[in-house]
């Protein structure tokens, strides 16, 4: 047989056999930390003296205070107030918040901020105290629920019925007719005793009294209905005795009582009513306590002014 033929020789030499495989995994390459991510805080500083001012991840504050900072811290986003730590001087170091000024150690706890709210502190050229820390709760601002107005509660007033005009005539006019009523009876027994009583008769010294009989007792008087009682004044001679004009006016008031009281009388419709709106209005005025009093010609009338 034909023997193979020989290969024929390659240009390219022969590359080296490969080192043999350790017994050992190589190590992975190290990775390089990855940076944590920075945070902005939740407050911005400004002003032209920030000493002790400064601003954290949800929190702003000034420790241990120089004299004379002057910072503004405003706020990125809205969130609510909680105080950490608060003591500055009353009155003068000041931390305003929402057009409120803080001091001593009453701080703003619990009050809402909104995002671009700028918060002011600012402390004098005196004393100084430990300072304020306050962080910030992030949030929005809580809407206010409508409030739902009640119509007002109409309150009871008391109301003065005053007299109307026809009342306050009724009144002048009673107290003009009880005048009137009094000068014609004075007149009346004025003329009786100076033009009708017999001069002849009458002796230098003799005295007028008027006499009025007493009623007559239970059990006298007529069954006829019809019969009325006679009251009539005599006039009689009385010696030793001498009444005055006002005694003979009572006399005289209280005969014409006594025919009022006795004899039936008869009064139309409207003079019933007129009598007893008259009484009505009577009752009334005399219970006023506060009526003004007013001067009566007459000492034994007593007059009030009613409105």
């Known amino acids: 047989p034909t ?6 020789p390659t240009t390219t030499p022969t590359q080296a056999p490969s080192s043999a495989p350790t017994s050992y995994p190589s190590q992975s390459p190290t990775q390089s930390p990855t940076p944590a991510p920075t945070t902005t805080p939740f407050f911005s500083l400004s002003g032209s003296n920030t000493t002790q001012c400064s601003v954290s991840e949800f929190c702003f504050s000034s420790l241990d205070y120089s004299n004379n900072e002057k910072c503004t811290f405003t706020a990125r986003e809205s969130g609510s107030l909680s105080v950490k730590e608060f003591e500055t001087e009353l009155s003068t170091d000041i931390l305003i918040v929402g057009g409120e000024e803080y001091s001593g150690s009453s701080g703003p706890d619990g009050i ?3 995002a671009g709210h700028t918060i002011t502190w600012k402390s004098n050229a005196k004393t100084s105290r430990s300072g ?21 509660t109409a309150t009871p007033q008391l109301t003065v019925k005053s007299p109307s005009s026809a009342e306050t005539m009724t009144l002048v006019g009673a107290i003009g007719a009880s005048l009137f009523l009094l000068f014609l009876i004075s007149a009346l027994l004025i003329y009786y005793f100076y033009f009708q009583l017999p001069k002849g008769n ?22 006829d209905k019809n019969l009325q009682p006679d009251i009539e004044a005599n006039v009689l001679k ?13 006399l005289e008031l209280e005969r014409i009582a006594n025919i009022i009281r006795n004899e039936e009388q008869v009064y139309s419709e409207e003079e019933k009513k007129a009598i ?6 009577y009752e009334k005025c005399k219970e006023l306590k506060d009526a003004k009093k007013i001067e009566s010609p007459d000492s034994r009338v007593e007059m009030k002014m009613v409105q």
Do not use: H
């Open 3 to 8: 023997p193979a033929p020989t290969p024929v």
């Open 112 to 114: 809402w901020i909104q």
């Open 132 to 152: 304020f820390r306050i962080c910030v709760t992030p949030g929005d601002v809580p809407t206010q629920a409508p409030t739902i107005s009640l119509p007002p």
């Open 202 to 223: 009458q002796k230098p010294n003799q005295k007028l009294a008027v006499i009025v009989p007493a009623d007559k007792p239970n059990g006298t008087e007529s069954k």
């Open 238 to 250: 009385s010696q030793n005795i001498s009444l005055s004009d006002e005694e003979i006016d009572n």
């Open 276 to 281: 007893r709106e008259g009484k009505e209005f």
